[in-house]
Antibody
Framework: EVQLVESGGGFVQPGRSLRLSCAAS????????MHWVRQAPGKGLEWVSG????????GYADSVKGRFTISRDNARNSLYLQMNSLRGEDTALYFC???????????WGQGTLVTVSS | QSALTQPRSVSGSPGQSVTISCTGT?????????VSWYQQHPGKVPKLMIY???NRPSGVPDRFSGSKSGNTASLTISGLQAEDEADYYC??????????FGGGTKLTVL
């Protein structure tokens, strides 16, 4: 069974940093591209970032470009999101998701909550 | 990376059909057959319902169908059931490892 478990969320002041992790199990991580998607409280889904199986290709939403960095360690079955210069509008539940063959997100974790506030 | 446009809400009675539209541009929906639809019940994780415009993952009822014309994709739910009441989001491939979501549509089953 595919399982994705996010961690690393918490309460942080504006301008500070946070690193999210996503532990994958039940499948071979290096066979798949992976993505981060966030959802602000009471709002819709927002795509954040995606990374190819070998980290060769990466994409970011304009809203996080230059501040967030996605990475992965296939040997550790893990996906990461380094978030710097955090802003109030980054407050959200952050999901990691496994990508299918058609840019669909087939499996999602339960999410980890990031709250940015002074 | 502008969000795709969805109606904020739609409604229908049990047994009826509803269609949710998802309008993008020639750079996203109109340029790729990589439109997906997700269902999200309150407090739950999004669930993939349709991929590649019209394909259903295993386990998704055939009451759910997808289509696309030009820059607009659509999700149709026929034979509405109470458990279909949820938020629905479309997404499209935009470019290299880049996706965009719609703003979401709240489906109410009357």
């Amino acid at each position: 069974e595919v399982q994705l478990v996010e961690s690393g969320g918490g309460f942080v002041q504006p301008g500070r940093s946070l690193r999210l992790s996503c532990a994958a199990s039940g499948f071979t991580l290096d066979d798949y591209s992976m993505h981060w998607v966030r959802q602000a409280p009471g709002k819709g889904l927002e795509w954040v970032s995606g990374i190819s199986w070998n980290s060769a290709t990466i994409g970011y939403a304009d809203s996080v470009k230059g501040r967030f960095t996605i990475s992965r360690d296939n040997a550790r079955n893990s996906l990461y999101l380094q978030m710097n210069s955090l802003r109030g509008e980054d407050t959200a539940l952050y999901f990691c998701a496994k990508r299918g063959s058609y840019y669909d997100l087939t499996n999602w974790g339960q999410g980890t909550l990031v709250t940015v506030s002074s | 990376q502008s969000a795709l446009t969805q109606p904020r809400s739609v409604s229908g009675s049990p047994g009826q059909s509803v269609t949710i539209s998802c309008t993008g541009t020639s750079s996203d929906v109109g340029n790729y057959d990589f439109v997906s639809w997700y269902q999200q019940h309150p407090g739950k994780v999004p669930k993939l319902m349709i991929y590649a415009v019209r394909n259903r993952p295993s386990g998704v009822p055939d009451r759910f169908s997808g289509s696309k014309s030009g820059n607009t994709a659509s999700l149709t739910i026929s034979g509405l059931q109470a458990e279909d009441e949820a938020d629905y989001y479309c997404s499209s491939h935009v470019g290299t490892y880049t996706l965009v979501f719609g703003g979401g549509t709240k489906l109410t089953v009357l």
